[in-house]
């Protein structure tokens, strides 16, 4: 059986737990297996009794741009605070909303956020609010709280609303005073409302806020780019042109720099890397000879705040007259703009927003009068807390440097992984790897050791790109690599061509897997007749991109070592499958797109559901025996129940979803989805 990937065990639900989302239960009946210990000290036979929200109000706000993922962050928080007890509130148009008051904070139910997990943007609004700025637009929002009896806020937007949020709160006491001596409050609300507890959580599709790897909206807006380029690369491929991309990014350059390694891009502007002096000339030279060596199209991405080492603005109509003068390309512009804003937000943001959330409520639990205010952000694949003034004043610091024109330090302080972004695309972007240690054709190299990589298992997204990267990072480095097709049979059949640097130029959009694949492994083929294809092409290391075969793969060639030592060399595995279920890694390449397919399928589902009355679809997922596929499927599309095969179900436990749907259908909404995986575990068979 194959064994459950760590990010199935430690995040998988119960097979009611998507209800938690988008239901018209009133209370869910478990919660994530990340906060089961401390939501299980709040609950109680009814809801709202002997919980520590009893008695208290939370309030969630959006505040400066819209990101998608933003109206997932709302629905789990509210519901979330529900579920501990608390009165929850919405502040519509952000901190406007909290100024003007009145309508603006609005009581909200279980059934109020249903249906809204496959929203972009954010149905509460976000506005700007000059009147927040100065201490009587604070007190007027401080009044509106405190009538409300709402002392726990959230705050979702970027690092301006956060410092706001923290001025808030450090202003609160003074300001509760001055109302209470103004007789606008009585003293029982001043003192039920003496302390606000502040809880941040960014969205901003930019990334650009220190402290989070991964803000909400993010990958969204990734996804919106790489669309976009993959739709403009054919009609460039046909008419051999040149096309000069803006995409979002003022002040960061995140967005242009994983779009450009994701698509494969030509040439990058970014504010925190300018070119050089001389850049015009490169650029130029670069682009000639991609046309000499038989490439149709190429792309260039520009973040709308690239400038040069001079602070000067580098923009794409001056870009394109560049290339139209010089080289006489049929080149044209494209800029993304809001498009990057808009539409359904990803499974990826889905299930952030519903993590993040979930534990912004349980930090407002935990929090005391002397708590610091804290940001929800994402480390690895965990959500943790920060505090919230050293996020804001680390991302100011990056403002400065940029200001400062201090490029490297803006770098360093986007974080390790933005350095390494950065590096990995200066490496597999040239044109040619240095003569000095790699010919073009890849078969002579200034190091005498052979690397091979193969694909071992099912085909899944990101197997080429993953290729493609070894071989330039190999090539650079002066190995030389062998692409070895249709895996380890195809090593029996001698299928080995030396890979240069141009053999996997396009790679990197390509699905499937174009050096070939199957599930064949090594035992069941010959260990013997291996070791002497590994002794005849002299490997001197081993990658393998692909599942749990893959996996099971080096396992056995590792254990024939005292045998064969022609396996005592370097082995690795990329994990490849949209199962998820390779052992050791939090993600699998392919998974998310897998997970992507799931929801789109299910958001039209609901769409379709809409028009029709009582009904309930079934979906059934791929994933082998790993249920990471519908657990997370069914978390990201808000269905009813997810039937995996990690855990045993009966007839005890269908009867009361069955109930549970009919009383769901019964009400006021009329449709429902169940996920299962393709292997579920029924405990009495």
């Known amino acids: 059986m194959a064994q459950e990937s760590p990010e199935s065990k430690k995040l998988r639900m119960a097979r009611s737990i998507p209800t938690f989302f988008d239901s018209s239960r009133h209370r869910p009946s478990v919660i994530f297996d990340d906060y089961s210990d401390t939501v299980s000290k709040f609950s109680s036979q009814g809801h709202g009794y002997g919980m520590v929200g009893e008695g208290k109000s939370l309030a969630v706000f959006t505040s400066g741009g819209d990101s998608q993922g933003m109206m997932q962050l709302c629905g789990l928080l509210l519901r979330m605070g529900i579920y501990v ?17 009145g309508d603006h904070i609005q009581e909200m139910g279980w059934k109020d956020v249903s249906g809204i997990i496959q929203l972009g943007g954010t149905v509460i609004g976000s506005a700007r609010c000059k009147d927040f700025r100065q201490r009587e637009g604070r007190l007027k929002a401080a009044k509106n709280l405190i009538k ?27 300001l509760v005073e001055e109302l209470l001596q103004r007789g606008e409050v009585d003293k029982v609300e001043a003192e039920e409302c003496r302390h606000l507890a502040i809880v941040g959580m960014v969205g901003s599709i930019d990334n650009d806020f220190c402290g989070t790897d991964m803000t909400i909206g993010t990958d969204s807006a990734l996804h919106r780019i790489i669309e976009a380029v993959d739709a403009i690369s054919t009609t460039a491929q046909s008419h051999q042109r040149s096309f000069v991309m803006e995409v979002m990014g003022r002040h960061c350059g995140y967005l242009a720099l994983v779009a450009s390694l994701a698509c494969g891009a030509d040439w990058l502007f970014i504010p925190e890397a300018p070119p050089a002096d001389d850049w015009e000339d490169k650029l130029c030279k670069k682009l000639s000879q991609t046309r000499e060596m038989g490439k149709r199209l190429n792309i260039i991405i520009v973040a709308e705040g690239a400038v040069d080492r001079h602070g000067n603005t580098i923009t794409v109509n001056q870009i394109k007259e560049l290339i139209i003068e010089r080289l006489d390309f049929d080149t044209r512009v494209t800029v993304l703009g809001h498009v990057q804003r808009g539409g359904n937000p990803s499974a990826f943001d889905r299930i952030l927003g519903c993590r993040m959330g979930a534990e912004a409520v349980l930090a407002l639990t935990e929090a005391s009068k002397d708590s610091p205010a804290c940001v929800v952000s994402l480390a690895g694949n965990s959500a943790v807390r920060v505090p919230l003034i050293e996020c804001v004043e680390k991302t100011q610091q990056v403002g400065k440097a940029l200001k400062g024109k201090s490029f490297t330090q803006a770098t360093e302080l986007r974080g390790r992984s933005f350095e390494n972004n950065l590096k990995t695309y200066l490496t597999l972007s040239k044109l040619k790897p240095p003569e000095s240690v790699c010919s073009e054709d890849g078969k002579q190299c200034s190091r005498n050791y052979n690397l091979a990589i193969l694909n071992v298992g099912a085909p899944a997204a990101g197997m080429n790109a993953a290729v493609r990267s070894f071989v330039r990072s190999s090539l650079v480095d ?3 690599v062998y692409g070895v097709h249709d895996g380890f049979e195809g090593l029996l059949q001698d299928k080995l061509e030396y890979f240069g640097w141009m053999s996997v130029s396009d ?14 492994m090594p035992k069941k083929l010959s260990l013997e007749e291996i070791a002497k294809k590994f002794k005849q092409y002299n490997f001197h290391g081993l990658a393998i991109v692909g599942g749990f075969e893959a996996y099971m793969s080096v396992t056995e060639l590792a254990e024939a070592r005292p045998r064969y030592p022609e396996f005592c060399i370097p082995m690795v595995v990329i994990p490849a499958t949209v199962s998820n279920n390779v052992p050791g890694t939090d993600f699998s390449l392919g998974c998310d797109t897998a997970l992507n397919a799931i929801t789109e399928t299910c958001d039209k589902i609901k769409q ?4 029709s009355k009582r009904r309930v679809f079934i979906v059934e997922t791929m994933g082998g025996y790993c249920g990471y596929l519908a657990t997370m499927g069914g978390l990201a599309s808000g269905a009813d129940a997810a039937y995996i095969f990690e855990e045993p179900f009966g007839i005890v436990d269908l009867e009361g979803d069955v109930r549970h749907l009919a009383g769901k259908i019964n009400d006021e909404v009329q449709r429902g989805i169940i996920l299962r995986s393709l292997h579920t575990h029924n405990q009495h068979v």
Do not use: P
Not at 162 to 172: C, H, I, K, V
Not at 507 to 520: D, I, Y
Not at 608 to 611: D, I, L, P, W
């Open 85 to 101: 007890g608390f009165r929850v509130f919405a502040i519509h148009e952000g901190y406007q909303g909290m100024v003007d008051g």
């Open 507 to 520: 790679w990197v959009r390509e699905g499937g897997s174009k050096l070939g694949t199957n599930r064949s």
């Open 478 to 480: 002066g190995y030389r």
């Open 608 to 611: 379709s559901a809409s028009g």
């Open 148 to 174: 409300h009896c709402i002392t726990n806020l959230v705050v979702i937007g970027g690092d301006g609303s956060l410092t706001g949020a923290n001025l808030f709160r450090n202003e609160w006491s003074d």
